[in-house]
T-cell receptor, first 111, second 114 residues
Framework: GQQVMQIPQYQHVQEGEDFTTYCNSS?????IQWYKQRPGGHPVFLIQ?????EVKKQKRLTFQFGEAKKNSSLHITATQTTDVGTYFC???????????FGAGTRLAVHP | DAGVIQSPRHEVTEMGQEVTLRCKPI?????LFWYRQTMMRGLELLIY????????DSGMPEDRFSAKMPNASFSTLKIQPSEPRDSAVYFC????????????FGPGTRLTVT
C-alpha cells in the first residue's frame, strides 16, 4: 500500500540546536500536513502545504514541500524544551482519498 | 467548541471481555476517523466515515473490531473479544472532509487488556 516514510525516527538535541525531520513518498502527494504530539497528548495540526516548492514559516518552524511534491521537511531553529514531542507528517497520495501518516520523529531537547 | 470528546479516557479490562469506545466529533464535521497508536506500530488508521457512512475500513485488524456511526454526533469502536495485543491508545478525530482538511484529534482512550 501507499507509504509515507519519515526520518529520523528519534533525535535528541541540546537546547538551542537546530532540528530537521524529513518526509518522503514514492508517489506524488496532493498535499502534506504536519502534526505535533506532546508526550501523553494527542496529535495537533500545525500546517498544510499544497503547492510545489511551497515554504511556510511559523516562528522558529519552517516547513517545505518539494518541487516534485514527493517530499517535505520541518526545520526548527534554536530548539527549546517546549519543542519536545513527536512530529508527524501526513500526505495524501494523488488518487487516494485519505491521508497517510508517517511514523513520526520523536524529538528530545536537553536543557 | 469542546473539541472531539472521547470516553472513557482509560479502560482496563480482562482478555475476552467486550470493550466499547465512544466518540463525539466536532459539530459540523462530516468526516470521522478512528486511529490506534502503539510504540511498535505507530499511528494506524483503522476506519473512517464520511457523512456517517464507512468509507475505508481496510485498517481494521480483524473481525473482532467493529465501528459504527449511527448519527453525525456519535461513533463507537467495539472490540469483542478483547486480547492483550489490543492494548493501545485509541484516538478519534474529525474534520470537515477527507484529505485536504486538518484533523482534530480527541484526547484518546488508553486501553489495557490484561
Amino acid at each position: 500500500g501507499q507509504q509515507v516514510m519519515q526520518i529520523p525516527q528519534y533525535q535528541h538535541v541540546q537546547e538551542g540546536e537546530d532540528f530537521t525531520t524529513y518526509c518522503n513518498s514514492s508517489t506524488t502527494l496532493s498535499n502534506i500536513q504536519w502534526y505535533k504530539q506532546r508526550p501523553g497528548g494527542h496529535p495537533v495540526f500545525l500546517i498544510q502545504l499544497v503547492k510545489s516548492g511551497e515554504v511556510k514559516k511559523q516562528k522558529r518552524l519552517t516547513f517545505q514541500f518539494g518541487e516534485a511534491k514527493k517530499n517535505s521537511s520541518l526545520h526548527i531553529t534554536a530548539t527549546q524544551t517546549t519543542d519536545v514531542g513527536t512530529y508527524f507528517c501526513a500526505g495524501k497520495p494523488g488518487g487516494y482519498n485519505k491521508l497517510i501518516f508517517g511514523a513520526g520523529t520523536r524529538l528530545a531537547v536537553h536543557p | 467548541d469542546a473539541g472531539v470528546i472521547q470516553s472513557p479516557r482509560h479502560e482496563v479490562t480482562e482478555m475476552g471481555q467486550e470493550v466499547t469506545l465512544r466518540c463525539k466529533p466536532i459539530s459540523g464535521h462530516n468526516s470521522l476517523f478512528w486511529y490506534r497508536q502503539t510504540m511498535m506500530r505507530g499511528l494506524e488508521l483503522l476506519i473512517y466515515f464520511n457523512n456517517n457512512v464507512p468509507i475505508d475500513d481496510s485498517g481494521m485488524p480483524e473481525d473482532r473490531f467493529s465501528a459504527k456511526m449511527p448519527n453525525a454526533s456519535f461513533s463507537t469502536l467495539k472490540i469483542q473479544p478483547s486480547e492483550p495485543r489490543d492494548s493501545a491508545v485509541y484516538f478519534c478525530a474529525s474534520s470537515l472532509g477527507q484529505g485536504f482538511y486538518e484533523q482534530y484529534f480527541g484526547p484518546g482512550t488508553r486501553l489495557t487488556v490484561t
